[in-house]
């Protein structure tokens, strides 16, 4: 079975699958995406935990559902409005007719870093355990 993947392997960048507002993006060091309206002010570090997979030359790691350890940090350029979308509706022969108008908010993340650390803890070594005493009863 053959599976069609639309991500662009790189072998000189990091590349990334975020999620944030319920949406997945494709980030990559040193551009920029545009992702849903973020409460952030404009020149603000911000830091996207929810990584769903990693792609890093022929080295990949999917999470399940996110990878533990791994952030992208990016930074604040701009908040702004998308085109505006028209939805009109209408029902015949009854008069009814409605006009209205929307612009979705957006904010312009340039992706800064994508950093991945293991959190697997070091094995701790054994210690020697000096044998209880068996108190006896007299």
Do not use: W
């Not at 908040?79 to 022969?93: A, E, S």
């Not at 950093?115 to 007299?138: M, N």
């Amino acid at each position: 079975m053959l599976i069609k993947s639309n991500i662009r392997i790189r072998n000189d960048k990091m590349l990334a699958i975020i999620e944030t507002c319920g949406k997945q993006y494709e980030a990559e060091e040193g551009r920029y995406i545009e992702v849903e309206l973020l409460e952030a002010n404009k020149d603000d570090a911000y830091v996207f935990d929810k990584v769903v997979m990693i792609v890093d030359g022929k080295n990949s790691k999917v999470g399940q559902p996110y990878i533990e350890g791994a952030t992208v940090k990016g930074k604040i350029l701009d908040h702004g409005k998308d085109k505006k979308v028209l939805v009109y509706k209408q029902r015949c022969k009854k008069g009814y007719r409605k006009k209205q108008g929307h612009r979705q908010g957006f904010t312009k993340v340039l992706i800064e870093s994508i950093e991945f650390a293991s959190k697997k803890a070091p094995k701790a070594k054994a210690a020697e355990v000096s044998p209880v005493e068996e108190k006896t009863e007299e």
